[in-house]
Structure formats: structure tokens, C-alpha cells
């Protein structure tokens, strides 16, 4: 009597696994019909039960009908994003059940390479096919300027293929551009790891982002430090140490690496007006003016080195004027005419460094007003109209009292 009853169980237990492998089976051709719907949730059943959940295979279908899906969805979309990600989560899944060796049978499978321009029914939709739709989308979203999808389904690729610097360095500078600076660091920092990948632009970003973003000099200039390791010749990390060096303070580090800068690139611009500020900021006026205007002729349409250019004129003649303010009536008598001349001569020689300046920058309220004053100080009649015209355009006829 035992023997029987344990024969019948062995009956029941081979036909509810037979059932199972029978809705695996369906599951197996409403994908390849197409009926995508059907399939999902026939395959999902199959993942519920016992009998065929922990069969790799059965989640490797799931992932392949997710692809196809993913592949069809025109909408490009969040929910197709997400489509994505479980197709991904899938594909995972079944190379964990087979020890994630690609070369097991399952392995294979996943990571099957999809000949380019194959009918529907030969496509292997295996995670290259994922991958490769993941790419379509993220051109035609980028080309179609929709930003935020883009950098989804490029940010999708990049966790398809870690490998894929190209994903990554695109996910990255979208995410960048979209203020995401996190996301964007995490591929910034992935890239930077990869030994034989040129990362020189990666590193640019990411130290921007963690000067400028995220206010830390500090961890900027650790980056700063090893991106020169790797790329010592470059002229655009010697800019940014320089930076860095003056947001933290440390003027003497900073003089010393400017200089190291200058020797190996006498006309940067941009390195001969940090090393103005730097003698500016120790007291030297004239070596401070004297590198300002090197800038300037370094490159004559770099904004900066005429502001600044501009501005220590401005500066040394209020200064002159401030002390014939302090003169006594009988040193006044004596020298205050010289020295309003001086200080009146030092304002025409701002006039060509801002006029370039609002040349360059025909927006800035702020230089028009600077040109306003100085030509008002120097009876320049018909400027004082001229830009008290801009003046008025810009803010209203009542901007002086703005």
C-alpha cells in the first residue's frame, strides 16, 4: 500500500513539474510570436513557482522578453527605462544561477553577440541586444534634445557594459550639464580607475565639480595632485592647481607653482592674470599691473586681463586723489594740481582696457558704469552721453538711483 501511495505522489509531483515546464514552454513561443504581455506573465509564474524558479533559464527568458519590449517602446520614456533595468536585473540574475561564467551554456547565451541588420525572429535578444538598444534611444533622445532621457539610457549602458568608457563619459557629462553632479561624478570617478583610458577631460570635470559644486578645494586639489601624476604636460592642471591653491589660501604654494607654470608656458593668459592677483594680493601694484597687461597681450580678447588690467589703473588713481585729500593746505597749494593730472592720466589709460572689456561683454551693466564715472572725472562730454544712453536702455532712466 505504500509503494502505491508513494507511486501516485511521484505521479503528481512529474505532473505539476510538467505543467510548470509546460507554461515555461508557452512563455518560450508567445515570445517569439510576439506577444510580449502573455509571455511576461506566464514567465512570471514560472519564476514564482518552485519547480522552474531556480532554473537560469527561466529568468534568462524573462530578460529576453523584457529586451524585446524594451526594444519596441518608441516612447523613450521612464517606464522604458525601466523596462531596461529589469531586462538588466534579468540578465544578472541568471549569470549569478550559473556561477557567472560566460562561458557556461547560460553564459553564452547572455552575452550572445547580435549580428548588425538580423530578421526579428534570429535577433538573440541577449544583453548585447539590450545594450545596443539602450544606444539607439540615447541618440535619438540626445539628437531630439531631450537631455534628461538621454543621459538615462546612456547612464543604462554604462551599467550594461562597465567597460564602455564611452557610455560612462557621455552619462557623465550629461549629467553634468543637468546639474546631476553626483551622477555625474560616480562615472567621473569609474573613469578615472580605468588604467589604459585617456581620462584627461574626465578629470577636468570631475575637479570642477568638486571645487565648484561642492565647495571643497581641498578633496579638488587631491585630483589636481593625481591628474598632473598622470598628465604632467598639461597646461590647463597647472591653471587649476594655481586656483586651487589661491581658494585655500596658500599663497606661497601657489607663487611657487604659478611660476613653475609660467617657465613652461610663459603666455598663458590665464596663468600670467593668477600670478597678477598673486603679487596684487602681497602688495606689489606694479609687478601686479605689469603681468596684467602681459595677459592682455598674451591674448588680447581674454576678458579677465582687461577687468583687471582696467581696474589697478582705477585703483592707483584713488588712490593719488585719497592722498591729496590728506595734504595740508600748504602741500595742496604745491602739489595737488600735479597730482590730480597724474591721477587723471591713470584713469585714460583704464578707458581701452574696459571699452575692450564691454567689447567683449556688450551685456555688462557693471562696465558701463565704470566707463560713465571715469569719463564724467575726465570732462569727456560726449562718452558721459554716449554711455549714459546704455545706461538708460539697460536699467531705466532712473538707474542711478538704482
Do not use: C
Not at 512563455?27 to 510576439?34: D, L, M, Y
Not at 532554473?55 to 524594451?70: C, S
Not at 550594461?160 to 561624478?185: H, Q, R
Not at 581658494?247 to 592674470?273: F, I, R, T, W
Amino acid at each position: 500500500m505504500k509503494k502505491v501511495i508513494l507511486s501516485m505522489a511521484l505521479v503528481a509531483f512529474a505532473t505539476v513539474a510538467f505543467a510548470q515546464k509546460k507554461v515555461v514552454s508557452s512563455a518560450e513561443k508567445n515570445f517569439k510570436k510576439g506577444d510580449l504581455e502573455l509571455a511576461l506573465s506566464e514567465v512570471d509564474a514560472a519564476l514564482e513557482n518552485p519547480e522552474t524558479k531556480d532554473n537560469p533559464e527561466t529568468p534568462l527568458l524573462k530578460a529576453r522578453i523584457l529586451t524585446k519590449k524594451f526594444g519596441q517602446d518608441s516612447s523613450n520614456v521612464a517606464s522604458t527605462v525601466e523596462t531596461g533595468r529589469n531586462a538588466l536585473e534579468q540578465f544578472n540574475k541568471a549569470m549569478e544561477m550559473s556561477g557567472n561564467s560566460m562561458e557556461s551554456k547560460i553564459g553564452k547565451e547572455v552575452y550572445k553577440e547580435e549580428i548588425p541588420d538580423l530578421p526579428e525572429n534570429f535577433k538573440p535578444y541577449s544583453i548585447r541586444t539590450l545594450k545596443n538598444a539602450a544606444f539607439e534611444k540615447a541618440i535619438k533622445t540626445y539628437e531630439n534634445d531631450d537631455m534628461e532621457m538621454a543621459y538615462e539610457f546612456f547612464n543604462l549602458m554604462s551599467d550594461i557594459d562597465p567597460t564602455d568608457t564611452t557610455s560612462s563619459f557621455n552619462a557623465g557629462y550629461i549629467a553634468n550639464d543637468l546639474g546631476k553632479y553626483e551622477d555625474a561624478k560616480k562615472q567621473f570617478f569609474k573613469l578615472i580607475e580605468i588604467k589604459e583610458y585617456n581620462k584627461l577631460s574626465a578629470y577636468y570635470l570631475l575637479i570642477q565639480i568638486i571645487s565648484a559644486e561642492d565647495k571643497n578645494p581641498e578633496e579638488a586639489y587631491k585630483y589636481v595632485t593625481r591628474a598632473r601624476a598622470d598628465y604632467p604636460e598639461d597646461k590647463t592642471l597647472s591653471e587649476f592647481e594655481v586656483q586651487l591653491l589661491l581658494q585655500m589660501n596658500k599663497m606661497d604654494e601657489a607663487m611657487a607653482s604659478v611660476k613653475e607654470a609660467l617657465a613652461a608656458d610663459p603666455n598663458n593668459a590665464g596663468l600670467l592674470l593668477r600670478y597678477g592677483y598673486l603679487l596684487e594680493q602681497s602688495g606689489d601694484m606694479a609687478g601686479a599691473l605689469e603681468q596684467y597687461k602681459k595677459s592682455v597681450v598674451a591674448d588680447p580678447n581674454f576678458f579677465e586681463g582687461n577687468y583687471y588690467t582696467g581696474a589697478i589703473f582705477l585703483d592707483q588713481a584713488r588712490e593719488i586723489l585719497s592722498k591729496i585729500n590728506d595734504l595740508s593746505d600748504e602741500e595742496w597749494e604745491k602739489n595737488a594740481p600735479t597730482m590730480t593730472k597724474q591721477a587723471e592720466g591713470l584713469y585714460a589709460e583704464s578707458v581701452p582696457y574696459f571699452e575692450k572689456g564691454l567689447a567683449l561683454r556688450p551685456d555688462n551693466g557693471e562696465i558701463m558704469e565704470i566707463l560713465f564715472n571715469v569719463h564724467t572725472r575726465l570732462k569727456n562730454t560726449a562718452e558721459v552721453e554716449k554711455y549714459n544712453k546704455m545706461l538708460v536702455a539697460k536699467y531705466g532712466a532712473d538707474w542711478m538711483e538704482k
